[in-house]
């Protein structure tokens, strides 16, 4: 099985995000099959953007892991 990859720099522009941005997530173990070689970081070209962690989204994904209550 071959995989096509592409930097954070493609991601980046893919997703609408900065680069930087991309290598955090990256770092952060949130894209899926990101994986790093040397100093570079090199994703499965067809990797979903991660869902931003500050948005309602992300927020309804946390309180459902705990059975809909919010522990805060």
Known sequence: MDLE???P??????WEIKSRQVQALC???QVDGAIRMSRVWLIPKDAPK???GRTKAAKNKKTSKHGGKSHG
């Open 27 to 29: 770092a952060n173990g």
């Open 9 to 14: 720099e493609e991601a980046g522009n893919k």
């Open 5 to 7: 990859w592409i930097t």
């Open 50 to 52: 991660p869902i931003d």
